[in-house]
DNA sequence: TTTGCTATTGACATTTATGTAAGTAACCTT
DNA sequence: AAGGTTACTTACATAAATGTCAATAGCAAA
């Protein structure tokens, strides 16, 4: 009596699942990301999911994840293009920034934390270490840079979550903290700059 | 059949539920914060609630504006200790940091992003703008003000949520951000200092 | 073509949060 | 002491999210 649609191999089922979670998640936060919302952007049934995923705390694990290296992906490119001279600090930045406002991290990170998922957390944190490898590749990975980039990505999620209210309060730009962030980071590689040379 | 306890007038009430709601917040996060949740914690029945609040979103915008001015009052008597000689910019920096983490804010926050509800956000802006006000009343409310005092409480925001987690895993020490927040908040008030003597 | 595997579905069950309505009783006023 | 106001409760209704299970059918291999 059922009309089972054409099927797809697991992983592709679970790729799209995961990017309709994805924009789920960025345009109308965690709370919108239900089993039934997501199975129905990619035209298929909550059951389906659940096949999928084991179980809908499966399903945020599984985001979290998916999440983590795509934003990681892009900020380590960016860093990476710095190094080589290709980029500014403002690069970094605004692509730190953007990965917790634009590209979900900061609402997915809010979602873990309300429903306490604790396990979830883990591929994001691992996911930032790694990012933290990348930048210090160079062999030089200090205490000093792991704290600037404490305070990097600490304002890149509190900006994403009360940034655009709280600017508004205080008769500043949307950007303040971007631009706070980048003289803060400037001053920062500067500093490795000369330690490395000494 | 009923068993009707004893009758309290309604501002008793709706202080106790939002007092239970505060701590339900702080020790379970937002998600626990339920009416039958908060009624349980004061002995009275989910309909209760809804009789004082109107609805669940009531109780979410009246715990807002409790947790704002509880949060602010305790933040602007340190700054004006500080002030005065008493106490130290540390005091501000923790006390700020307590009022997101250990104080409920940034779950709150959390909530409300979560739910969507913006409305309920407006009591919060309001206590940090009245905050802002506070720390410049000697007549000193200038622009790098308002950028420093974004700094902190987006630092802060974002440390309550994942400064555990993240610290633990760039080998920082827990206090790292504040830390850090202490350097900066000091190094821009003796900036102020310096501006009102020229 | 036939057979096996499994992606997919529909129907049902459960739980939980929110909300409504009517009745009960506590407290204040007269 | 009588009566009115309303805090409070019980019972019921509703909606949404998650999960279970048997049945169907697409696809690949034999």
Same mark, same amino acid.
């Given at each position: 009596?059922?009309?089972?649609?054409?099927? @797809? /191999?697991?992983?592709?089922?679970?790729?799209? *699942?995961?990017?309709?979670?994805?924009?789920?998640?960025?345009?109308?936060?965690?709370?919108?990301?239900?089993?039934?919302?997501?199975?129905?952007?990619?035209?298929?049934?909550? *059951?389906?999911? #659940?096949?999928?995923?084991?179980?809908?705390?499966? $399903?945020?694990?599984?985001?979290?994840?998916? #999440? /983590?290296?795509?934003?990681?992906?892009?900020?380590?490119?960016?860093?990476?293009?710095?190094?080589?001279?290709?980029?500014?600090?403002?690069?970094?930045?605004?692509?730190?920034?953007?990965?917790?406002?634009?590209?979900?991290?900061?609402? #997915?990170? /809010?979602? !873990?934390?309300?429903?306490?998922?604790?396990?979830?957390?883990?591929?994001?944190?691992?996911?930032?270490?790694? @990012?933290?490898?990348?930048?210090?590749?160079?062999?030089?990975?200090?205490?000093?840079?792991?704290?600037?980039?404490?305070?990097?990505? @600490? !304002?890149?999620?509190?900006?994403? $979550?009360?940034?655009? =209210? @709280?600017?508004?309060?205080?008769?500043?730009? =949307?950007?303040?903290?971007?631009? !706070?962030?980048?003289?803060?980071?400037?001053?920062? #590689?500067? =500093?490795?700059?000369?330690?490395?040379?000494?």
């Amino acid at each position: 009596m059922s009309i089972a649609k054409r099927r @797809l /191999s697991p992983e592709a089922s679970r790729g799209m *699942a995961l990017a309709a979670a994805r924009d789920l998640l960025i345009e109308s936060g965690p709370q919108s990301v239900t089993l039934k919302a997501v199975a129905g952007r990619i035209g298929r049934t909550h *059951a389906n999911l #659940l096949h999928h995923f084991g179980s809908a705390s499966g $399903l945020q694990k599984a985001l979290a994840a998916y #999440l /983590s290296d795509e934003v990681c992906g892009v900020i380590a490119q960016a860093i990476m293009k710095t190094r080589s001279g290709e980029g500014t600090v403002r690069d970094i930045v605004d692509l730190t920034f953007d990965a917790f406002d634009k590209q979900g991290a900061a609402a #997915l990170w /809010s979602w !873990m934390m309300l429903t306490g998922n604790e396990d979830a957390l883990d591929p994001i944190v691992d996911a930032i270490h790694a @990012l933290v490898d990348d930048i210090g590749e160079g062999g030089h990975e200090d205490h000093e840079m792991h704290e600037d980039t404490l305070a990097l990505v @600490l !304002m890149a999620l509190g900006d994403a $979550l009360i940034g655009e =209210r @709280l600017s508004g309060s205080l008769d500043l730009a =949307r950007n303040s903290a971007r631009d !706070m962030a980048e003289r803060q980071l400037g001053h920062a #590689l500067e =500093r490795w700059q000369q330690e490395h040379e000494a």
